[in-house]
């Protein structure tokens, strides 16, 4: 999972002044310059701190780097100021995730699926989320319903195989890798289906080589 960098609409028209420092820190990151990037970014949060759109734009360039444990601050802030925003909601979900915080992942996750009951990539971040913590029970749900929402969804179709694996089943993900290919195409799956296949073979070779 990757955070998505969210464009904000601002609350009000930005400053000016606030436009320019931004536009600075893109170009600086166009051209590689990570240390003006960040300390035009720095810039806007500590100048307009009351400003969603710079702690996101914050939040972003950490995820970029790989610096979850900042971004997570960043996009925490973002939502004292926009505590309904799904998106930010999302993006601090992923944070949690990539930090190892399942449990709170989950929790972001899940807020983000009641504000946005159709949007299949929530309910498969959540299943991922729900399954790292160890609830196999919610997350085999999860990715259901993404399916329910997006048959032609790979992802959520490898987590359920990923899970169904875990849950000691790998009849039913081989089913699932099966039915998938019936409809769709994807790499992925069909390497799966091929894997499954070869350790099934592989396990009914060695019960008959034990038994004979």
Known sequence: MTATSTELKPS??????????????REALNRGDLATARDCFVKVTQL??????????????????????????CFTRV??????????????????FALGEYQQAAVEFASVAEMTPADPEVFNNLGSARFSAGDLVSARRDFLTALQLHPNYPSAVLNL?????????PDAALGLCAAYLEHHRDLGVLRRFLELQDARTAAALRTQSAAS
Not at 161 to 169: H, I, S, T
């Open 12 to 25: 009000v028209q930005i400053p000016a002044p606030m436009a320019e420092i931004v536009q600075a820190g």
């Open 48 to 73: 307009y701190p009351g400003e969603a759109v710079g702690h996101n734009n914050l939040g972003a360039f950490y995820m970029g780097l790989g610096d979850h444990a900042l971004a997570a601050e």
């Open 79 to 96: 939502l004292d100021l926009l505590p309904d925003n799904p998106n930010i909601r999302f993006n601090l979900a992923v944070a949690r």
């Open 161 to 169: 195989c990923e899970l169904e694996q875990a849950a000691g089943d």
